[in-house]
């Protein structure tokens, strides 16, 4: 059965939405395995505060469908590529989990059974309930879907208190590109209709909208800081909050 959770934690049961570039080696495609181990190494602590985790993974790192689509590729075609290319991706991180002694399932909205379990919401919630890291692998298992949406749908069927968006790149959400402009200003803040009227660039309309309709929060933090996925866990301000009109974060 999964351990009692840490006094400390802020959050019980929480879905964490990795970017596939996040696993990548600097400026290149692929798998870092030395990358994939720290954040491994990081889950695992949470996993051992007794949080249950969920993560889901893009596959950046690997190939983009929409690069394909925009080379003449079928865009169904090309979507169930990436598809299949986040299964890649989460069982390197499965491999390095359990080489850390977390138990761990790979679960695909594919059916590839000789690899993983076929995705199936209440087997998934079972295994948080034991105290599993579950992975949530090939997206929705349908085009013209992102891996953004996949992560506030199965947040939303596993029952997940909040969306954690880690991001490799900037610490929170920004008026504009802060990797261009010096001059940009990062919220702490923000309803979900503020960050579709001004189109930020935090998740796609369709998951962002999901979250909006249930009221699922979602923080947006740095990956690339040790300790950051703890820091969120036990409550601490890190990055930016996005949630309902008139809540705070707490």
Same mark, same amino acid.
């Given at each position: 059965?999964?351990? %009692? ?6 959050? /019980? ?8 570039? !996040?696993? !990548?080696?600097?400026?290149?495609? +692929? ?8 954040? !491994? ?35 169904? %075609? ?5 598809? &299949?290319?986040? @299964? $890649?991706?989460?069982?390197? &991180?499965?491999?390095? &989990?359990?080489?850390? +002694?977390?138990?761990? /399932? ?32 090939? +997206? ?5 879907? %992102? ?14 208190? @909040? ?6 790149? @900037? ?26 009227? /001004? ?16 009221? $699922? ?15 969120? $866990?036990?409550?601490?301000? @890190?990055?930016?909050?996005? +949630? ?7």
């Amino acid at each position: 059965m999964a351990a %009692t959770v840490d006094h400390r934690c802020r959050y /019980r049961r929480v879905l964490l939405k990795l970017s596939g570039e !996040a696993l !990548a080696p600097a400026a290149d495609f +692929g798998i870092d395995l030395d990358i994939v181990g720290r954040i !491994a190494e990081e889950i695992r602590e949470i996993a051992d505060m007794g949080v249950q985790l969920a993560l889901v993974i893009g596959a950046g790192n690997i190939l983009r469908g929409s690069l394909y689509e925009a080379r003449g590729m079928e865009r169904s %075609t090309a979507d169930q590529m990436g598809m &299949l290319a986040t @299964v $890649i991706n989460a069982l390197a &991180l499965q491999s390095a &989990l359990e080489q850390r +002694g977390a138990v761990t /399932r790979v679960m695909s909205a594919i059916t590839m059974q000789a690899i993983c379990e076929p995705y199936v919401m209440r087997r998934a919630v079972r295994h948080l309930e034991k105290g599993r890291v579950v992975i949530l692998a090939a +997206g929705t298992g349908h085009p013209y879907f %992102t891996t953004d949406t996949a992560a506030s749908l199965r947040a939303l069927e596993i029952g997940a208190e @909040v969306i954690l968006k880690a991001s490799h790149t @900037v610490d929170g959400v920004y008026d504009r590109d802060p990797t261009s402009d010096p001059l940009a200003t990062r919220f702490e803040c923000l309803t979900y209709l503020e960050v579709l009227r /001004r189109q930020l660039k935090v998740m796609d309309a369709t998951a962002i909208s999901l979250c909006m309709d249930n009221s $699922i929060p979602i923080i947006v933090f740095n990956l690339n800081r040790a300790g950051n996925i703890k820091r969120v $866990i036990l409550g601490e301000a @890190v990055g930016t909050w996005i +949630g309902s009109e008139g809540k705070v974060r707490s």
